[in-house]
């Protein structure tokens, strides 16, 4: 079965919300540098996990918001960002059209942490108007755990586990010839910086750098979708479960 909203027919729609799918995952992400990797990574991780689990959890995958709040990371080359109260009014207004079309449950499936506040924020300011089911995830924050298990480390911005992701998702969207290890920056609590200096960014020293394991992040990616599908999948069974 077709997954992806946009590539369907309104009939098809018609036909299948919500008496056969009423769960849709809204991919959001941003624009900006990532090490040696594409500047779109924090749209294409979302999406390809909304895609890999769609069929588990049975839901539809909306159309990918694509542009975010860019900060510390604006002014490198292909940095976008846009204000958090337009993200805000845009994703609120976005999530107003997928609950009409007849979609109980929602999931917005985040790929950065620059949203992370505003999302958070504007999905309980929607669930409280409409009553609405709503979940965000922050994919490698529910994956923390796990990263560390099969990493041996954490991973950071465009660090192991995103560049893993994205070797994954498309190898020809990350250029390993292009990686200096000068380009990571070691976080240091006590200071904000802008624009921040490395367009990697660790949360420990000496730990996270990119791999560039073609077979390693492709198993990575599978264990990624297994521990989000199953997160999602047992959010919609207790949502169905108290009838909310």
Known sequence: MERELQRLHWLKIKELVPDQIDTVILPVGTVEAHGSSCVGTDNYIPENIAISIADYVNAM??????????KSLYRYNGGMTIRPEILSAYVQDVLLSLAKNGFRNIIIMNGHGG???TLKDLAFEFHSKHR??????????????MTVEFFGHAGGHAGTDETAMMMAVDPDLVDEQSYDPEMA????????IYPVPGTILLY?????????????????????????????KSIISRWNKFEL
């Open 61 to 70: 995958v909306a159309p990918t918001i694509n542009y975010g709040i860019t």
């Open 115 to 117: 949203n992370n506040s």
């Open 132 to 145: 609405a089911n709503i979940a965000v995830i922050h994919w490698w924050e529910l994956c923390s755990k």
């Open 185 to 192: 920056y070691n976080f240091v609590p006590g200071a904000d």
């Open 204 to 232: 420990k020293e000496g730990e996270g750098y990119p791999e560039f394991d073609l077979d390693k992040s492709q198993q990575y990616r599978e264990q990624v979708a297994k521990q989000v599908g199953e997160f999602v």
